[in-house]
C-alpha cells in the first residue's frame, strides 16, 4: 500500500521557520518527483513547489520564493523535506505532499497523495 505521510507542522510567530517531512512508503519513489500543495480556508488548492526526481531541478510559487525551499533526504530517496523560512500569517493552510510520475504544477498529475499537515503563523 502506497502512504505518504506529512509530519511537521504546527504554530509558528511570523518571521519563524518550520521544516516539512513527507515520507512515502509502499514502492520506490526515487524516480517520482514531489510537490508540496497547500490549501488555506475558503481558498483553492495552490502549489508551493516541485523537486524533480533527480532533486536538480525544483520549481516555485512566486508567494514562497526565496523563502521556501525543496530537498531530498540524500540518504532515502523517498524523503522530501519542506523548509520554510519567514513565515508569514499568509502561509497558513494545510499542506500536503503529492508524487508524480513527472513535475508539474497541476496537481492532477501527482497520483499519490498525503494526508496533509497543518501549518498555523500567528501575527
Known amino acids: 500500500q502506497v502512504q505518504l505521510v506529512e509530519s511537521g507542522g504546527g504554530l509558528v510567530q511570523a518571521g519563524g521557520s518550520l521544516r516539512l517531512s513527507c515520507a512515502a512508503s509502499?514502492?520506490?519513489?526515487?524516480?517520482?518527483?514531489m510537490a508540496w500543495f497547500r490549501q488555506a480556508p475558503e481558498k483553492e488548492r495552490e502549489i508551493v513547489g516541485v523537486?524533480?526526481?533527480?532533486?536538480?531541478?525544483?520549481?516555485y510559487a512566486d508567494s514562497v520564493k526565496g523563502r521556501f525551499t525543496i530537498s531530498k533526504d540524500n540518504n532515502n530517496k523517498n524523503t522530501v523535506f519542506l523548509q520554510m523560512n519567514s513565515l508569514k500569517p499568509e502561509d497558513t493552510a494545510v499542506y500536503s505532499c503529492?508524487?508524480?510520475?513527472?513535475?508539474?504544477?497541476?496537481?492532477?498529475?501527482?497520483?499519490?497523495w498525503g494526508q496533509g499537515t497543518q501549518v498555523t503563523v500567528s501575527s
Open positions: 503529492a508524487a508524480g510520475s513527472r513535475s508539474s504544477v497541476d496537481a492532477q498529475e501527482y497520483a499519490y
Open positions: 523537486i524533480g526526481w533527480t532533486g536538480r531541478t525544483t520549481y
Open positions: 509502499g514502492r520506490t519513489f526515487s524516480s517520482y518527483a
